[in-house]
């Protein structure tokens, strides 16, 4: 009969283990396939940006304002698009006018840029995973960071 209730007890505790380290687990995915949809929104934005400006040759700033991004035209207060991103915890990019945006023009993002080769910007989940995108003074975004040996203070 004890023996019965100890088994019984054991099964118990084993099983309520293992549905939280399911549970645990499933939550970690999940937490990572939300940072890398982000990840792919952005990087999806960034290229269409640049090709549009490049076609169109004109002027757009994609602005970064806490966790949304906006896309206007230099000079026009119509917003193309908005996107919000709630993993994006920090935007390194410093242009001519302001901090946190991004200018492409027909010819990259190097008439804006305070930094010789762009900014990049960081991805950030609950559980600390990380992922960088970078842009260059072309307007070519990639995943990785800023070459920190060009960082201008």
Known sequence: MIKEKLSEIKFVRV????????????????????????FNNVMSLLRNVRLYAAETDKNMA??????????????????????????LRKVNYDTTLGKGIIV????GTSPYNLRVHGGDLILKSWFGFRKYIWVNCT????????PVEDIVS
């Not at 399911?22 to 982000?38: K, Q, T």
């Not at 991004?69 to 908005?82: F, L, M, N, P, R």
């Open 62 to 87: 994609v602005r970064f304002d806490d966790k949304n991004i906006i896309v206007k035209e230099i000079g026009s207060d119509e917003q193309y698009y908005t996107l919000k991103v709630q993993t």
């Open 139 to 146: 307007g070519l975004a990639k995943e990785g960071r800023y």
């Open 104 to 107: 492409f023009t027909g010819i």
């Open 15 to 38: 099983f309520l283990v293992s549905l939280t380290l399911i549970g645990v687990g499933g939550l970690i995915m999940w937490d990572y396939h939300r940072l890398s949809e982000d």
